[in-house]
C-alpha cells in the first residue's frame, strides 16, 4: 500500500511529527536512502529544506510526497520509524494503517468441470501481518490453503459447489470480502484428475508459453510473454510480487525502461468463463546501468599514453543482484565525530593524455557522500602546487574520531608500493618529485586521531621507469583503521567507459551503486570487487583490489556524533563553509529601464556558473540580452561556450536547470573554471544589448560588477603551505622551499590540534559558530531567511586566516551547490 493512501490528513499529521531536526524528515531521508529508488538529491533535500520560509511550509510534507511518487509503501516507511526509534510517528502510523484495510483483489465466481482446479483469489493491502480466513457458507476452510491469500479447490467435486467469502484480519480488526460463487459443469471430457486441460469444446484451457526469468540493466526495455489456449479465447492478467499490475491485460508484458523497484517476481493468470490458470514464476533481477554499447580506453589514467586503444567491447555487464537490506537488529555501535572527503579529478594535462570522466566521477561520488554527512571538497584540474595545498586544508580540517576520506582520479603510478597523484602541470617525464605520495599524506591524516582513514584511488598503478627514488612518506602508526580502495590491481591499468554525452571510470560505474551500503567499508568494497568481476569488457584487464587493517565494522554511513569540543566541532563547520560561499543573487538597474537578475550556482568547489536574466524591461524595447565580460586572465572561462541558453551548451553537463518563473524568463549561463588561482575580487562586466521597435540600430550598455572571492578562491590554494610535522612528506622538491606559516582556514595549535581563532575568541563565538550550522547538517546547503543577510558593506574575509575578531560580524550563507539563486 503506497504511503499516498494515508490521505492528505494522515499525511500532514505525519509531517507535524517529522518537522524538527532533532528526529526528523531529514534522519527519514537518510535512512530512505538505503534503498536506491528513494534517495533524495542535494537539489531536493534543498527544496525542503527551503518550505520553513513559507508561513505554512512542511519540509517534511514535501519529502513525503517524494517519496509517494517514487512507490514508497506504508510497510517501509514503518521499517524506516523503526530504525529511526521515532515512536510518536511510529504509534500514529501503525493505529492509521491498522484502520486501512483495503481488500485490492476481489474472489470472483466461478464455473468449472468435475475433476478441474479452482482457485479463488482475495488480496489486501494495508498493515503488515495480515491473515486470511476463507469460509463456505458459515463454515472455516480448515485445509492448507484456507488461510491464505489463494484458495485452492482441487480436485473439483459436487461438495464444493457454493458459496466462497474470504476474512482479512489485523488483530482485533477485519474485513469482509464479496461472496463468490463455485458451480459445477457438467461436460463431456472432464477428467477426474486434477488438471487445467481438458479437450472438448467448452473450457480446455492451458499455457503454451511461460514467462522466462530475466536479467536486465536499469533503463532497459523488459518483456515478457505468456500465451494460453482456450475455447472461449482467454484473458490475462499480470501480477508483480503478487499484487496484480493495473492496465497489463495483454498476453505480453512490457516495461520501457526498468528500475530497481521492477525486481521480483511476475506471474500471468490466464482466465475465460469457465477456468484459470497461473503461468510458472519468472524472476526478474535489475542491475546496474549496462556498459555493453560503451568502449574502453586503455592506459588513459597511467603514464605517457597518447592514443586511446579502442578493442571492440565485449558482452557488457552482468545484472547485479538486488542490493541486501541490512538488518533491523544488526547493532551500530560506531560512529564519526565528523566526515571530510576531498575529492580531486584531474582531467586537462599540459603534458599527458587528456581524461573525460574524472568529472562526472567526481560530481556523481560527491553527492552520494553528501547524502551520508560528509563535508565534500570537490575540485577539478589542479597543479602540483594546488594539490598540495588542497590536502593541507583538507588535514586541517581533521581531528580526533573524524572519517577522513580522499578520492583522486586521473593518472597515477605506484613505485615500490608507494602511490602517487600526477598533477595537470607534470612534465612529460615526471617522478615523485612532481607528484604527491598518497602514502604521506596517510601519516599526515594518522597525526590528527581519525577515526577511519579511506583512500579511493581512480587511477593506474603501473610502474614508473622514470623514477627510481624510493620515497619514505615516514613510519605508519598501527591504527587498524585504514582503507585502500585501488581502482586496478599492482602494475595494471584503470580503464574509462566512453559515451556520447558523459563518460566514467570503470571504478565509479561500479562503486557507486553501492558506496551508500550500511555494511562495513571493506565489505562495501568487496561486493563492488565481485560487481566488477562480473564485467565482460574488464576481465583480465583492470580488478579492484582491496588493501586494509580496519579491526572494526566501521561503515561511511555511520551516524556523526560530534565530540565534547564544541570549539573545534564549530571551527571546523565555519571553516568548511568558507570555501562553499557563493556570492548573493542581484538586480541590475541600467539607464534604459530593464532590470537584469544576476545569479549564481557550483557545479564543483572550483567551478561556478553564472546566469544572467531579464526581469523587467520597458515596452519600447523590442528585444535585449544581458552577456558577461572582461573576466580576469587568472580564471578559465571558454569564450566560444559563454553566454548560452542552455546548460549544456555552455558546458556544464552536471547541473540541473531549475524551473523559470515564466517560458519567456529565458536565461544565459557562463561557466567559471579554476576559481582556486584566483588572486582577488572576481570582476567582470554585464552588457546589455537592446534595440527599440522602432530603429534597427542595437544600443548597448555596460556594468561592471564585483562579487568576491566565491567558493575556494579564498583558501588561496596557489600560494604553498607550511609543513606541519617533521615527518610529512608530499612532494620532494617542495622541502627547501620557506613557507609562511599560516594556513587559508586558521592557525591550528599543533600541540593541541584546536583551532587558534575559537581558542582567542571564548565562548560566545562559539556560540554564533553553532549557529551557523550544527555537525550534523553542516553538509546542507540552506538558503537564508533573511534577505539582507549580505547587505553589510563588509565583505567576506579573504585573508589566509579567519581573525577571531570577525567572527561575529560576517554571517556566512550556506548557498545551494546544485540550485541557482532567484528572488
Not at 512542511?58 to 509503501?73: E, H, M, T
Not at 588535514?395 to 582520479?409: I, S, T
Not at 585504514?482 to 561500479?510: H, Q
Request: proline content about 5%; overall charge negative.
Amino acid at each position: 500500500m503506497n504511503i499516498s493512501s494515508l490521505g492528505e490528513e494522515g499525511l500532514n499529521k505525519l509531517s507535524k511529527m517529522l518537522d524538527n531536526c532533532g528526529c526528523g524528515w531529514r534522519q527519514l531521508a537518510s535512512v530512505a536512502a538505503e534503498y536506491p529508488q528513494f534517495r533524495c538529491s542535494e537539489k531536493e533535500l534543498t527544496s525542503c529544506s527551503l518550505q520553513v520560509l513559507k508561513a505554512a511550509g512542511s519540509p517534511a510534507r514535501i519529502l513525503l510526497a517524494w517519496l509517494a511518487d517514487r512507490g514508497c509503501s506504508v510497510d517501509f516507511l514503518l521499517h524506516c520509524l523503526r530504525k529511526m526509534d521515532h515512536q510518536e510517528a511510529l504509534q500514529f502510523l501503525t493505529t492509521t494503517v491498522s484502520e486501512q484495510i483495503r481488500i485490492t483483489v476481489q474472489p470472483q465466481s466461478q464455473q468449472a468441470s468435475l475433476g478441474s482446479r479452482v482457485v479463488l483469489t482475495c488480496m489486501a493491502s494495508g498493515p503488515p501481518e495480515l491473515s486470511y480466513q476463507w469460509f463456505k457458507g458459515k463454515e472455516e476452510i480448515l485445509h492448507d490453503t484456507g488461510n491464505t491469500p489463494e484458495l485452492v479447490l482441487c480436485p473439483l467435486g459436487p461438495a464444493h459447489q457454493g458459496h466462497y467469502i474470504c476474512r482479512i484480519n489485523h488483530g482485533e480488526k477485519c474485513i469482509f470480502s464479496t461472496w463468490a460463487h463455485v458451480r459445477l459443469l457438467h461436460s463431456a471430457g472432464s477428467s477426474p484428475a486434477c488438471s487445467t486441460l481438458f479437450p472438448g469444446s467448452v473450457s480446455g484451457l492451458q499455457i503454451s508459453q511461460q514467462p522466462q526469468s530475466q536479467a536486465a540493466s536499469e533503463g532497459d526495455v523488459l518483456v515478457l510473454k505468456c500465451k494460453a489456449e482456450a475455447n472461449p479465447p482467454p484473458q490475462y492478467e499480470w501480477y508483480h510480487n503478487k499484487m496484480p499490475i493495473p492496465q497489463q491485460k495483454a498476453s505480453s508484458l512490457r516495461i520501457p525502461c526498468v528500475t530497481t523497484e521492477h525486481r521480483g517476481e511476475y506471474r500471468c493468470k490466464a482466465f475465460n468463463l469457465y477456468h484459470e490458470v497461473w503461468s510458472d514464476t519468472a524472476t526478474v533481477t535489475i542491475g546496474p546501468s549496462s556498459v555493453t554499447d560503451a568502449s574502453w580506453v586503455e592506459a588513459n589514467r597511467g603514464l605517457d599514453s597518447q592514443e586511446g586503444k579502442r578493442p571492440t567491447p565485449g558482452s557488457g555487464l552482468n545484472p547485479v543482484q538486488q542490493m541486501a537490506c541490512p538488518s533491523s537488529a544488526a547493532a551500530k555501535n560506531f560512529y564519526a565525530t565528523d566526515k571530510v572527503a576531498l575529492l580531486i579529478g584531474n582531467m586537462n594535462y599540459l603534458h599527458h593524455y587528456q581524461l573525460s570522466a574524472p568529472i562526472s566521477d567526481v560530481h556523481e561520488l560527491t553527492n552520494l557522500l553528501r547524502q551520508m554527512d560528509f563535508k565534500v571538497v570537490s575540485l577539478l584540474d589542479l597543479d602540483r602546487q594546488e594539490m598540495n595545498s588542497a590536502v593541507t586544508e583538507f588535514l586541517l580540517l581533521l581531528d580526533k574520531g573524524v572519517y577522513g576520506l580522499l578520492y583522486f582520479a586521473g593518472h597515477g603510478y605506484e613505485n615500490y608500493g608507494n602511490s602517487f597523484m600526477v598533477p595537470i602541470d607534470a612534465p612529460a617525464s615526471y617522478t615523485s618529485e612532481h607528484c604527491l605520495c598518497v602514502q604521506s599524506i596517510l601519516t599526515r591524516m594518522q597525526e590528527k586521531k581519525t577515526g577511519l582513514n579511506v583512500f579511493l584511488l581512480d587511477m593506474c598503478r603501473k610502474r614508473n621507469l622514470n623514477d627510481e627514488l624510493i620515497v619514505q612518506p615516514g613510519t605508519l602508526k598501527v591504527t587498524a583503521n585504514i582503507v585502500f580502495g585501488y581502482a586496478t590491481c599492482v602494475d595494471a591499468e584503470a580503464y574509462e567507459v566512453k559515451r556520447e554525452d558523459v563518460s566514467n571510470g570503470i571504478f565509479i560505474s561500479f562503486l557507486k551503486q553501492r558506496v551508500c551500503e550500511d555494511v562495513k567499508v571493506t565489505v562495501m568494497l568487496d561486493r563492488v570487487a565481485e560487481d566488477m568481476g562480473r564485467c565482460a569488457i574488464t576481465k583480465g584487464r583492470q580488478a579492484l583490489e582491496l588493501r586494509s587493517n580496519l579491526c572494526e565494522r566501521r561503515s561511511l554511513t555511520d551516524r556523526i556524533q560530534p565530540s565534547d569540543s564544541s570549539a573545534s566541532d564549530s571551527a571546523r563547520n565555519l571553516q568548511w563553509a568558507v570555501a562553499h560561499v557563493l556570492p548573493e543573487s542581484r538586480c541590475l538597474n541600467f539607464d534604459c529601464g530593464v532590470k537584469v537578475q544576476l545569479g549564481f550556482a557550483a557545479e564543483f568547489s572550483n567551478i561556478m556558473v553564472i546566469y544572467t536574466r531579464i526581469l523587467e524591461k520597458p515596452a519600447e524595447i523590442d528585444s535585449c540580452c544581458a552577456q558577461l565580460t572582461d573576466f580576469p586572465q587568472e580564471v578559465d572561462v571558454d569564450l566560444k561556450r559563454s553566454n548560452q541558453e542552455t546548460l549544456f551548451e555552455a558546458g556544464c553537463l552536471l547541473l540541473i536547470k531549475e524551473e523559470l518563473p515564466s517560458p519567456e524568463a529565458q536565461s544565459l549561463y557562463t561557466r567559471i573554471r579554476s576559481l582556486q588561482r584566483l588572486r582577488t575580487d572576481l570582476t567582470f562586466t554585464v552588457c546589455l544589448h537592446y534595440t527599440y521597435s522602432n530603429m534597427d540600430e542595437e544600443v548597448q550598455e555596460r556594468l561592471p560588477v564585483t562579487v568576491g572571492r566565491p567558493l575556494v578562491s579564498k583558501l588561496n590554494l596557489h600560494e604553498p603551505r607550511a609543513s606541519r610535522s617533521s615527518s610529512a612528506y608530499l612532494c620532494p622538491s617542495l622541502d627547501s622551499v620557506n613557507y609562511p606559516e599560516s594556513s587559508s582556514f586558521a592557525s591550528v595549535d599543533s600541540a593541541s590540534n584546536t583551532w587558534l581563532y575559537c581558542e582567542q575568541s571564548g565562548s560566545s563565538r562559539v556560540s554564533h559558530a553553532d549557529s551557523v550550522t550544527s555537525s550534523r547538517s553542516a553538509n546542507v546547503p540552506e538558503e537564508t531567511d533573511s534577505p539582507g543577510i549580505f547587505d553589510s558593506p563588509q565583505p567576506l574575509t579573504t585573508s589566509k586566516s579567519l581573525p577571531h575578531s570577525q567572527v561575529n560580524d560576517i554571517t556566512y550563507k550556506f548557498s545551494d551547490m546544485y540550485n541557482f539563486h532567484s528572488f
